[in-house]
């Protein structure tokens, strides 16, 4: 059973900059996933990762602005978010899924962290 824990949320005004990180306990054969979830909307996707890094995936609200990589000997998967806007304000979650593929859908993952907040002023 993995355990992961989000960090690196809070507060900072639009055009900023903040990094996320999770740390995953357990095995490391994970593919990862970051999701967001803003309140009165759906939890949504924002980045994938594979296990070996090669393949990530964005979405299209996101891509060019965000970056998502891991540290496999940390057991540690980062999101890099630039140029930041109020509309990037929500929860963001960390998933897990055993195997290296990692998927937009949020139903392919098996282990989710307890999110951490992200608020952007204008």
């Known amino acids: 059973q993995v355990q992961l824990v989000e960090s690196g949320g809070g507060l900072v005004q639009a055009g900023g900059s903040l990094r996320l990180t999770c740390a995953a306990s357990?095995?490391?054969?994970?593919?990862m996933g970051w999701f967001r979830q803003a309140p009165g909307k759906e939890r949504e996707f924002v980045a994938a990762?594979?296990?070996?890094?090669?393949?990530?995936y964005y979405a299209d609200s996101v891509k060019g602005r965000f970056t998502i990589s891991r540290d496999n000997a940390k057991n540690t998967v980062y999101l890099q978010m630039s140029s930041l806007n109020p509309e990037d304000t929500a929860v963001y979650y960390c998933?897990?899924?055993?195997?290296?593929?990692?998927?937009?859908?949020?139903?392919?993952?098996?282990?989710w962290g307890q999110g951490t907040q992200v608020t952007v002023s204008s």
């Open positions: 990762i594979s296990w070996g890094g090669v393949n990530t």
């Open positions: 357990g095995r490391d054969f994970y593919a």
């Open positions: 998933a897990a899924r055993l195997g290296s593929s990692a998927y937009s859908d949020s139903t392919e993952y098996h282990h």
